[in-house]
């Protein structure tokens, strides 16, 4: 069983990966599901960023999305085991629809991260080191610089547009 | 262990990018990531089945805050499409 920081920087490294993939997948970059995302991806365009990176970051600050998911879905196998990520997938749904988002981007997310999790502690990882992986890749989209991350999501997307609907 | 620290150094940062960064719109996710690592910490210092309640309260609560501060600032609740 490898060490926990480095345990935490491959549940850092999967989180990132399911949940960008399910977020580009349900199309978050093609327009902002509330006027406040579209508000704050016009505000990173006009800071130097993309605009379709900027719905995606302004999507994931106004509704629980698939990152959202992932964290809870963690949380949840962290104190309660599997059922524990699947209430999580559920009270994730419900805050969606408080949110007024119409998508299923963040229950989808929540469930594939219990499964990820669960089927990670069985290979030593504990579910602590995706709750702190999912902290820190959430870090690197949202909290470092707009400016790259929305470029970085907005290549992501171009190709993703260009694979049809 | 280190898990906690870490999100409490991260929640240290992104609360001082939120004091630093002067765009309104431009801190909101900033905001998220601060919910984010605060959702962690709770979840973390209390290992127990009702916990996720209190971690996707907080979370979820916290979200439509955000979504609540950037509708209004952009002119309030419209869908867009």
């Given amino acids: 069983m490898p060490e926990e920081p480095l345990r935490i920087l491959v549940a850092a490294v999967l989180c990132w990966i399911n949940f960008v993939a399910i ?3 349900f199309r978050l970059p093609a327009r902002g599901g509330v006027s ?5 991806a016009q505000e990173v365009e006009k800071g130097g960023g ?4 900027g719905y995606m970051l302004g999507n994931i600050v106004s509704s629980p999305d698939a990152s ?6 963690a949380c949840g196998v962290y104190c309660a085991g599997l ?3 699947l209430f999580a997938a559920l009270l994730v749904y419900i805050g969606n629809r408080i949110c007024y988002d119409p998508g299923y981007a963040g229950t989808t997310g929540a469930i594939t991260a219990t499964f990820l999790v669960v089927g990670m502690t069985g290979l030593g990882f504990a579910a602590s080191d995706f709750i702190a992986g999912m902290v820190i890749a959430i870090l690197t989209i949202q909290g470092i610089s707009h400016v790259h991350s929305s470029r970085l999501i907005g290549r992501l997307w171009e ?6 609907p | 262990m280190i898990a906690i620290y870490l999100c409490a150094g991260i929640a240290v940062y992104a609360a001082i990018r939120v004091i630093l960064e002067r765009n ?3 801190k909101l996710p900033f905001v998220n990531v601060l919910s984010f690592a605060v959702t962690a910490i709770i979840a973390l210092l209390i290992p127990h089945p009702l916990t996720i309640l209190a971690a996707a309260a907080f979370f979820i609560g916290s979200t439509f805050e955000s979504n609540a501060i950037a509708s209004t600032w952009s002119g309030g609740m419209k869908r867009n499409g």
């Fill in chain 1, 159 to 164: 190709i993703r547009s260009r694979g049809g």
């Fill in chain 1, 23 to 25: 977020d580009i997948f």
């Fill in chain 1, 68 to 73: 959202a998911g992932t964290l809870l879905a």
């Fill in chain 1, 83 to 85: 059922p524990g990520g």
């Fill in chain 1, 50 to 53: 993309d605009l379709h990176g």
């Fill in chain 1, 36 to 40: 406040g995302a579209t508000a704050i």
């Fill in chain 2, 24 to 26: 309104t719109m431009r």
